[in-house]
């Protein structure tokens, strides 16, 4: 559940890549306190490494020109701003990819890393996080 969320958060949409279906499902996890959890080896969760902030110490999104607000669902892409792009940039730094800071503002960078991240897992390298790329990234 990459897009594991604080529950203040509300639903963020699953997305993938190398596609623009937008009729994904949408899947939240939090753990007790607000805090979200990855699963770790046995896949159980564990809350000690948190993929997104508490909604308390969320960080805000800059207003930034040029960006648009994201979508309540569908595919992530850049130039989109909002709190599902800070979540997919916050789950690529987890997993060692180079997003920038998770400022929720889906630039260059936030799109070269979904690209490696395509790449790696044998996705179309497109840098859209469409259902596959959401599936590939748990």
Do not use: H, N
């Amino acid at each position: 559940m990459w897009f594991a969320a604080v529950v203040a958060l509300g639903p963020i949409a699953a997305c993938g890549g190398g596609d623009d279906d937008d009729s994904s499902a949408t899947t939240t996890t939090s753990a007790p306190g607000g805090v979200a959890t990855t699963p770790t080896s046995a896949g159980v969760p564990s809350s000690a490494a948190p993929t997104v902030l508490p909604a308390t110490t969320a960080l805000p999104i800059p207003d930034a020109s040029g960006y648009t607000q994201e979508p309540a669902e569908g595919a992530l892409r850049q130039g989109m701003k909002g709190l599902r792009v800070q979540a997919l940039q916050a789950k690529l730094l987890t997993l060692g990819y180079d997003a920038g800071t998770a400022d929720g503002l889906f630039g260059a960078r936030t799109r070269a890393a979904v690209q490696k991240f395509q790449t790696d897992k044998g996705l179309v390298a497109d840098g859209i996080v469409g259902p596959l790329t959401q599936a590939a990234l748990g």
